[in-house]
């Protein structure tokens, strides 16, 4: 046996999902009874009830449907069964820096950073494991680990090893490795049958034998087993590089629920989706800013909402405040058969670094009542003022959408501009400006000002002050106006003005 | 077990206090200056109770709106968040920056125009009444002033919003300044402050203070 060159060698932790396209036909079941995956008409896999009943894989389904007559079978879909590995291999970014997906149940992991948090390798390497396997139960997965230098032993190891995870030390690969039976090498048909013949039945054996001798009986596919069985695969990984935006989907039919008549639950499946689509999100530090639920409906038509989320963010928490407003809300005109909740834009969650006096809960409730506002009245109602240079009053601000401030930004920070804008000294602006300005009829005495009938009603004039000449944007819509600021009895001062084109009193105003 | 796992593991315990810790946002408790002396001065306890509702209450150009605004600085003073319901559409955002608010940290809540349109002139006040409720119970903001009229919505749902306010603003601790006119039906609120703008400077006059400190009337101006 010949040690592997352990320092060349990448550490990997390698994720197996057994029999993963039954995994991914239970997950959308409450109650685990006879079920079969079938490819053709041939059994794939069963459940173990299904099993315990008397049906095996490789029966053809009436066998096992002669041995188990309550068997439900769902045909073997590949691309699905692809996607799902890819789904989770979106979720364990956050816990590895590369993961490559292993068609067609492995995904491997770089765990040659386990040990940048301290602790021994060994304490890291399988407290990463525990971590990948507790996030693959989460989201409904069942697997099991291996940790080795190298793919090919990770996965042999993670695949037959006695444990849910089993670890070999940097230059132990052959060792862990020895005991394993020949088919976990995955030879090619034929050659661990010509191998048993001589004798060798275990990856032990194999990697005893000179891999010239097994070159020269097997070609090149024998010299690659023995450098295996020594536990040496210098493959690199391969990243996997997410190009779309996560998106789950349950669709209900053919399973025991068959389809929801009401919110209650409807919203229980979409806490469902919102936790696994959060977790594949924040595996790739995003955050969802905007989200669509599909509510396929029986027997068709679809119901669509759209929801927009205060900030950017990988919370599922934070996303099923607003998702319960809107579907309580909702008025469904049929049952539901399928839900899908994808991200429809996301953007990078930054994160921060919380400094003593930060109050990070209160950053929290600020989103929490955001997206619940923005559900019911849209994100059109959730504003913030911004000064614009304009002589116009009612142009001199914008209102854009509010934005939850950085935890940190101190106040007064990021402001633009004068922030009275170019319209005169602002102490002499109204807090209230009317959407239309009303037109108002003055009467005098002597040329002076003494009273103003807003609404049918006279208002003795107090005092005046004015004019402020407004005037300018000849180019588009020109205006040209004289404001003053008028105190009358009984109210209290407003701001009025009179046209330069044709002469009028309006009101536009009040210093209330 | 080795080192880094009890290091492991108590920085998991630490978390979870932690998490206990900051699970909700801090009760505001005590007062928010109205940032005007005067009117301090006369309110029970030196200003708008927090936790509480408060109605400033007078005609369209009384001065309520600035005093309501004035709050606000104070509560953004400290590095909290403000809130101010526009239901009417009316708030000029340059007179606020003017008395020294950041824009960035007011959040103005307008009703859209499907909720005020159709002539269903109650359902935008009651939108407006329902975001009001939800930013008072929140806990992220430590004032709130709610511009809504109340003439559109049948008395009995008026006096139920008003009491869901006064909740609100209970659970969240946050001072809420509820603007409105003479006739207004009141807030079973701590505090009415009944404002005119007919003198020089606004007149305030304090015509119920039942939670905070006891009946009382006084006047400042």
Redo the contacts between chains.
């Keep these: 046996m010949r040690p592997e060159p352990a320092e060349r060698l990448p550490r990997v932790l390698a994720l197996v999902l057994p029999e993963l396209p039954l995994q991914r036909a239970l997950r959308a079941r409450s109650a685990h009874g006879q079920l079969a995956v079938v490819e053709g008409d041939r059994v794939v896999h069963c459940t173990a009830p299904a099993r315990a009943a008397g049906a095996r894989p490789g029966d053809s389904l009436v066998q096992a449907r002669a041995a188990c007559a309550d068997l439900a079978a769902v045909p073997l879909e590949p691309a699905k069964d692809r996607a799902a590995l890819r789904a989770l291999a979106e979720a364990l970014l956050s816990l590895a820096p590369a993961v490559e997906v292993a068609f067609p149940d492995s995904l491997l992991l770089d765990a040659s950073a386990a040990g940048i948090g301290g602790g021994t390798s060994e304490e890291a390497e399988t407290g990463l494991a525990e971590r990948a396997l507790a996030l693959c139960r989460s989201l409904g997965w069942r697997g099991r680990a291996g940790i080795a230098s190298g793919k090919g032993p990770a996965q042999m190891l993670a695949r037959h090893g006695a444990q849910e995870v089993v670890r070999a030390a940097p230059g132990e690969a052959a060792r862990a490795l020895a005991r394993l039976p020949l088919t976990a090498l995955q030879l090619p048909s034929g050659m661990e049958a010509r191998l048993a013949a001589v004798g060798v039945t275990d990856v032990g054996a194999l990697s005893r034998l000179p891999p010239e001798t097994l070159a020269h009986r097997f070609g090149p596919a024998g010299a690659q087993a023995v450098r295996l069985a020594c536990g040496e695969d210098p493959r690199p990984l391969v990243p996997f590089a997410p190009e779309t935006f996560p998106e789950e989907s349950w669709d209900l039919e053919g399973t025991e629920v068959g389809v929801l008549e009401s919110a209650e639950p409807v919203l229980f499946a979409v806490k469902r989706l919102a936790d696994r689509v959060a977790t594949r999100l924040a595996g790739r530090g995003l955050g969802a800013g905007r989200l669509r639920l599909t509510l396929g409906l029986y027997p068709r038509g679809e119901e669509r909402l759209d929801l927009s989320l205060a900030r950017p963010s990988a919370d599922a928490a934070l996303w099923l405040v607003p998702l319960r407003e809107r579907v309580g809300n909702l008025r469904l005109p049929a049952p539901v058969r399928e839900l899908k909740l994808s991200v429809v834009e996301a953007a990078e969650v930054p994160a921060e670094q919380l400094v003593a006096g930060d109050r990070p809960e209160a950053t929290r409730a600020l989103e929490v009542v955001l997206s619940r506002l923005a559900a019911r009245l849209g994100d059109v109602s959730l504003l913030a003022a911004r000064a614009v240079d304009r002589h116009r009053p009612e142009a001199a601000y914008q209102l854009a959408r509010f934005e939850v401030p950085s935890l940190h930004r101190a106040p007064g920070e990021g402001e633009e501009g004068d922030p009275g804008g170019g319209a005169g000294p602002v102490s002499l602006r109204p807090t209230r400006l009317l959407r239309l300005p009303r037109p108002v009829v003055a009467e005098g005495e002597g040329g002076r000002l003494t009273v103003l009938r807003l609404d049918g009603c006279a208002h003795g004039v107090v005092a005046l002050a004015g004019p402020e000449r407004l005037a300018g944007e000849w180019w588009s819509q020109p205006f040209d106006r004289d404001y003053y600021r008028v105190r009358l009895e009984g109210v209290g001062d407003v701001w009025v003005y009179r046209d330069g084109r044709d002469g009028r009193l309006y009101l536009h105003g009040y210093f209330d | 077990m080795?080192?880094?796992?009890r290091?492991?593991e108590v920085l998991e315990e630490l978390r979870r206090q932690i998490h206990l810790l900051?699970?909700?946002?801090?009760r505001r408790a005590g007062v928010l200056p109205s940032g005007r002396p005067e009117v301090d001065a006369l309110l029970p306890g030196g200003g708008f109770p927090c936790g509480s509702v408060t109605d400033l209450v007078?005609?369209?150009?009384?001065?309520?709106?600035?005093l309501a605004?004035r709050a606000l600085r104070e509560a953004?003073?400290s590095?909290?968040?403000a809130a101010y319901v526009d239901g009417?559409?009316?708030?000029?955002?340059?007179?606020?920056?003017?008395l020294g608010i950041?824009?960035?940290?007011?959040?103005?809540?307008?009703?859209?125009a499907g909720?005020r349109g159709g002539g269903e002139a109650c359902r935008e006040a009651m939108?407006g009444l329902?975001?009001a409720e939800?930013?008072l119970a929140?806990?992220?903001?430590a004032a709130v002033a709610v511009d809504v009229s109340l003439r559109p919505v049948p008395p009995r749902r008026a006096e139920a919003m008003l009491r869901r306010l006064r909740s609100a603003a209970e659970k969240g601790g946050a001072a809420a300044l509820r603007l409105g006119a003479p006739r207004d039906p009141s807030t079973p609120a701590a505090l009415r402050l009944e404002l005119?703008?007919?003198e020089r400077s606004?007149a305030v006059r304090l015509v119920r203070g039942s939670a905070a400190g006891g009946e009382g009337e006084g006047d400042a101006a």
């Design positions: 080795g080192a880094a796992s290091q492991r900051e699970r909700k946002p801090a007078g005609g369209p150009a009384s001065g309520k709106t600035e605004l953004q003073e590095g909290a968040f009417r559409g009316e708030l000029y955002p340059p007179a606020a920056v003017a950041d824009p960035a940290r007011l959040l103005i809540v307008r009703p859209p909720e939108g329902w975001a939800a930013l929140s806990g992220a903001f005119s703008g007919a606004p």
